[in-house]
């Protein structure tokens, strides 16, 4: 049996896809449909045979084993997709180790780069000593691939970690970079595009718990907010328990966080038009008091996030009025 053979095995793709948190309905003795991961639907169209051990969708007409799955959904060629799933064909990585690295090296450039410091600006955010808090880079583009192999990191496994894409050039081209840490280690990195690029990215792999979750997890009253911009401008208006969930969706790490102990919530999502953080807000709301936690919404005004509204001239006192008129 080949490798190819023992991984597929070891891993069926229904038991993969279920890890990664797809629900299908069995339709027939082997079959099961659900939604997607491959493409935006509403409709199931996506089955999955679970004896031939294969994959189709209707929608999207593509199809195939795991090892194609993997491909597909993460961007990876063949043999990156086995490393991925194995990790005897892929010696482990100190992952953490090199993302330190990396962000250690959009850390220097950012003092180089007139835009990325432009853009914190326009941002609010512009205290020296958060920045270097925070460990907020900027990646230029071009030069961590070669900073990186000479530091004897091989091509594979910038790739693997998805720093660079296939051609090698930075992933976070042209991103303002937070790294996300749990504990001591970098997990993982988001970029927040300064250009035209879409604006959120994280390399593959997982967030993590919630942000700076150590710094706040014995505080009674925590501010929760969804975007790290968010969190910077809270930090510098002198509000300390803040903590961020990097989107409106809470993975299961940090919803168990703040259900850790007794403690108040102030859910501070942003206030947009088609209403999708504040129905998330709702929702996390009850979700919470069903585990015993009180949680609070602060309605910011029509339009704004945090970040917004302290850019455009909010203060701390107006806050702190928000935070003291928040319903549960
Ligand atoms: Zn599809």
Redesign the pocket.
């Known amino acids: 049996m080949g490798d190819v053979e023992r991984l597929k095995r070891r891993t069926p793709l229904l038991e993969y896809l279920r890890q990664h948190n797809w629900a299908g309905r069995p339709v027939g003795r082997f079959e099961f449909v659900g939604l997607?991961p491959?493409?935006k639907?509403n409709q199931p169209?996506?089955y999955v045979n679970a004896r031939k051990d294969v994959f189709y969708?209707h929608?999207?007409?593509?199809g195939g084993d795991l090892i194609r799955f993997v491909q597909l959904s993460r961007g990876l060629s063949f043999g990156q997709s086995l490393a991925s799933l194995d990790p005897e064909i892929a010696p482990e990585v100190d992952s953490s180790a090199v993302l330190e690295k990396a962000a250690a090296f959009y850390q220097q450039q950012l003092d180089y780069s007139r835009d990325a410091m432009g853009y914190l600006q326009r941002r609010g955010v512009h205290d020296p000593t958060l920045i270097r808090e925070l460990g907020i880079g900027y990646a230029p583009g071009g030069t961590l691939r070669r900073y990186l192999t000479a530091q004897g990191h091989s091509f594979d496994v910038l790739r693997r970690l998805g720093l660079i894409n296939a051609r090698g050039a930075d992933a976070l081209y042209q991103r303002v970079v937070f790294p996300l840490q749990q504990g001591e280690h970098i997990v993982n990195l988001y970029g927040r595009s300064i250009g035209s690029a879409f604006a959120h990215r994280f390399l593959p792999g997982s967030k993590g718990g919630l942000y700076a979750w150590e710094k706040v997890r014995n505080c009674s009253e925590v501010i929760l907010v969804e975007g790290l911009f968010d969190y910077a401008a809270l930090r510098q208006a002198g509000f300390h328990n803040v903590t961020c969930s990097l989107g409106t969706h809470l993975n299961d790490t940090q919803f168990r966080q703040l259900c850790e102990g007794p403690r108040t919530v102030y859910l501070t999502f942003d206030v947009d038009q088609n209403q999708s953080g504040q129905q998330a807000a709702e929702q996390l709301a009850h979700r919470l008091l069903t585990q015993g936690i009180s949680a609070h919404r602060v309605l910011l005004p029509e339009g704004h996030d945090p970040n917004s509204f302290f850019v455009e001239g909010g203060d701390a006192d107006q806050f702190q009025s928000l935070l003291e008129a928040a319903q549960p």
């Not at 929608?59 to 593509?62: E, Y």
């Open positions: 997607c491959l493409h639907e169209s996506f969708c929608g999207c007409g593509l």
